[in-house]
């Protein structure tokens, strides 16, 4: 160990240009590599701040169609989301790989689906248990989805949203 | 978790974890060959073990995906910033700190699993959480000992630790407990003065032990959840003359709170005794510069308690004025998410409960950075994850957990009996 000691004393405690020695060297240079570090690991946090913000104002950041939720949230036991965007091909269900994903016990893992064809939406239902209604109507086959229908999965409600200024 | 942001966020959090990593290596790599005379393999176990633990927690605490997961990462990078500082002051207490950082880790860990294994039990316990907060202060009051001008030290079979620190748990679940009971406690007569009066008589026990760090830290965390969630107004008001007349009385009744007050209005005056440590802490600063001394070539060991209530000075001459704008963010960061947490959590009691949390991480690094910048007047109490002291550091962690454990969103909302 005693042998280390000297080996370090010898390479950054030896004067290499009047008083200045490595040790000085790396510690200044360290001390601007400290603040970059740690002022960019506020950064990225901040940046998830911001990706967060949106997810929690829904609306204010998003363009295109999506559910809002109707019911109200205090009276559901499990954990809904406000807003879900809606892509050109989405499942709604319990199941993890669902792109709509509520963990409500009385959906069907894969409920139901909602697709974009020639620029209108369709809803239809994946043949679920507890069936899929659309403004209070069963749905089977693929049925046209306008902005302002209300999508009724068992206990969970809401609106469809074209996301074009109409709501 | 929405899976249209999912993936750009599980990016920058893996970009944000090796942040912290690479600072762990440069800063270990600088204060061991500084430290370089108790250079032993204990000092590379050190290293070795603050790497472990902060990469292994970080990699636990992904596993829980509907927990917030920054929450740790943050105070982990804190208490990074803050243990490099303490292993160049001293490495005997630098490994104290990481023996401390280990317990708390474990205890996070902890907190998290005993509040979802019992999750019901808690809500409606609160004389419990009031006697359990009192009977800590009053045992501190008949068995502590002195040490720093406040008698808040009790010693049991060896350990000496502060119980002020561990009471902020109890009594952040007392104020959640009452507001999400409101209704049932309001029923009873005097029942909407019970949690002012309760905080009161423990507000009392602190001016008794001559702590009033903690007591303030106490009435913030009281007067942010009455804004929040206190529905008579009046009460408000009430509580800030109460605290404000606390104030002057204590100022006319207690000697060392009069000298707290006048060094912090003049400390030059009695430079080399009384305004000793806040001069010093001033120099300190002032020395750093911009981007600091450089870690190892400043000399923070003139400001006295640099390892523990003076850490921001220290680490703003070494680290520079940067480094303390960014420390200030990391804490505002933190306390961000504590309230976003709030927001989100529909279960009352753990909303509040979030918020108080939060509020008493905010307010100690308000009171301890505001007072060695002579911003206001200086008390005792400890910068959370950051300054050496263990009842501090395990606290912190505890209430970090619990925080954690009410960031769960899948919280199930109890039915209306």
Redesign the interface.
């Known amino acids: 160990?005693d042998k280390?000691?000297q080996i370090?004393?010898k390479i950054?405690y030896t004067n290499l240009i009047g008083e200045i020695n490595l040790?000085?060297v790396?510690?200044?240079v360290?001390?601007?590599?400290?603040?970059i570090?740690?002022?960019?690991?506020?950064y990225?946090?901040?940046?998830?701040?911001y990706?967060?913000i949106?997810?929690?104002r829904g609306t204010g950041f998003r363009r295109g169609p999506y559910l809002q939720l109707i019911t109200r949230?205090?009276t559901?036991?499990?954990?809904v989301?406000n807003i879900y965007?809606l892509k050109n091909d989405n499942i709604i269900g319990r199941g993890r790989s669902a792109?709509v994903?509520i963990?409500s016990p009385f959906l069907s893992k894969e409920h139901a689906h909602i697709f974009k064809e020639g620029g209108i939406y369709y809803l239809e239902d994946l043949h679920s248990a507890n069936g899929t209604y659309l403004n209070g109507e069963p749905v089977g086959e693929p049925v046209i989805l306008y902005p302002k229908d209300i999508v009724s999965l068992v206990d969970v409600e809401f609106i469809f949203m074209s996301g074009e200024g109409d709501g | 978790m929405?899976?249209?942001?999912q993936s750009?966020?599980k990016q920058?959090?893996i970009?944000?974890r090796w942040?912290?990593l690479?600072?762990q290596l440069?800063?270990l790599s600088?204060v061991l060959?500084?430290q370089?005379?108790t250079?032993?393999p204990r000092s590379l176990g050190f290293s070795g073990l603050l790497i472990v633990l902060t990469l292994l927690s970080q990699f636990l605490v992904n596993l829980f995906h509907?927990a917030d997961s920054?929450l740790l990462?943050?105070a982990n990078?804190l208490f990074s910033?803050g243990v490099i500082l303490i292993y160049r002051l001293s490495s005997y207490y630098g490994y104290r700190q990481l023996i401390f950082y280990t317990l708390g880790i474990a205890l996070f860990f902890v907190a998290y699993f005993l509040l979802e294994g019992t999750a019901g039990f808690w809500v409606k316990k609160i004389c419990f959480y009031f006697f359990g907060a009192a009977a800590l202060l009053v045992l501190t009051l008949l068995f502590g000992f002195v040490s720093g001008g406040a008698k808040n030290w009790i010693e049991i079979g060896g350990f000496s630790f502060q119980p002020s620190e561990i009471a902020k748990v109890p009594f952040c679940f007392l104020i959640a407990g009452f507001y999400s009971n409101r209704e049932r406690v309001r029923k009873r007569k005097g029942g909407k003065y019970f949690l002012m009066a309760m905080t009161y008589i423990l507000i009392a026990l602190f001016f008794l032990q001559r702590e009033l760090g903690t007591a303030m830290v106490f009435m913030a965390i009281l007067f942010s959840a009455q804004v929040a969630f206190e529905e008579d107004k009046k009460l408000i008001f009430l509580n800030v003359a109460l605290a404000v007349i606390g104030m002057v009385a204590a100022y006319y009744l207690f000697g060392h709170i009069r000298t707290r007050v006048d060094i912090w209005i003049d400390p030059w005056v009695d430079m080399d005794g009384r305004g000793y440590q806040i001069t010093q802490s001033l120099f300190g600063i002032a020395a750093g510069g911009f981007?600091?001394?450089?870690?190892?070539?400043g000399h923070p060991q003139y400001i006295p308690l640099a390892y523990s209530d003076f850490i921001f000075s220290a680490i703003a001459e070494?680290?520079?004025t940067?480094?303390g704008i960014?420390?200030i963010?990391?804490y505002l960061?933190l306390v961000?998410?504590g309230m976003?947490i709030s927001?989100?959590q529909?279960h009352a009691f753990y909303k509040v409960l979030a918020l108080c949390i939060s509020i008493s991480f905010a307010a100690q690094a308000l009171i301890m950075i505001g007072g060695v910048l002579k911003l206001i007047p200086l008390t005792g109490i400890t910068l959370p994850f950051m300054a050496h002291g263990g009842s501090s550091l395990v606290t912190s962690f505890v209430l970090l957990g619990i925080l954690f454990y009410c960031s769960n969103?899948?919280l199930?909302?109890p039915?209306e009996e």
Not at chain 1, 76 to 79: E, K, P, Q, S
Request: charged share 20%; hydrophobic share 55%.
């Open positions: 160990m280390l000691l370090i004393e950054f040790y000085m790396f510690a200044n360290f001390k601007y590599l400290f603040v570090i740690v002022l960019y690991f506020v990225t946090i901040t940046r998830m701040i990706l967060d949106g997810q929690l949230r205090e559901l036991r499990f954990h989301q965007p792109d994903q963990s | 929405d899976r249209f942001i750009p966020m920058r959090l970009s944000a942040m912290t690479l600072f440069l800063s600088l060959i500084y370089r005379e250079l032993t509907q920054y990462m943050i990078m910033i981007f600091g001394t450089g870690l190892g070539l070494e680290m520079g940067f480094m960014a420390v963010m990391l960061i961000y998410r976003k927001l989100a529909p969103a899948a199930e909302v039915r």
